[in-house]
């Protein structure tokens, strides 16, 4: 089993930058892949980035790419997503998730709780 709890969402104006963390316990996380998703009412939930533990393989949606930048600090078990340059339409619920299967693909089995950040134009 597979534990994540996202923290550091919040308030921030547009052009402003948040940085959020997933703290992962539970069963070592060496073949799994991380992913940050988002939601936002009324649009499907969109993977906006993700990595793997065990590599530096990394994948970005087109509407982040050059703005959020995810890395990891294996020694504390912690992904982060750094966003910067945000934008109203960043809004969203933030999760992450973990799968043992693809990168993109999935299918990711186990999930955060969610953190809203919310960007004011």
């Known amino acids: 089993q597979v534990h994540l709890v996202e923290s550091g969402g919040g308030l921030v104006q547009a052009g402003g930058s948040l940085r959020l963390s997933c703290a992962a316990s539970g069963r070592t996380f060496s073949d799994y892949y991380i992913g940050w998703f988002r939601r936002t009412p009324g649009k499907e939930r969109e993977l906006v980035a993700a990595t793997v533990w065990h590599a530096s393989s990394t994948y970005y949606a087109d509407s982040v790419k050059g703005r959020f930048i995810i890395s990891k600090d294996n020694a504390k078990n912690t992904v982060y997503l750094q966003m910067n340059s945000l934008k109203p339409e960043d809004t969203a619920v933030y999760y992450c998730?973990?799968?043992?299967?693809?990168?993109?693909?999935?299918?990711?089995?186990?999930w955060g709780q969610g953190t809203q950040v919310t960007v004011s134009s």
């Open positions: 998730a973990a799968t043992e299967g693809h990168l993109v693909l999935g299918p990711y089995d186990y």
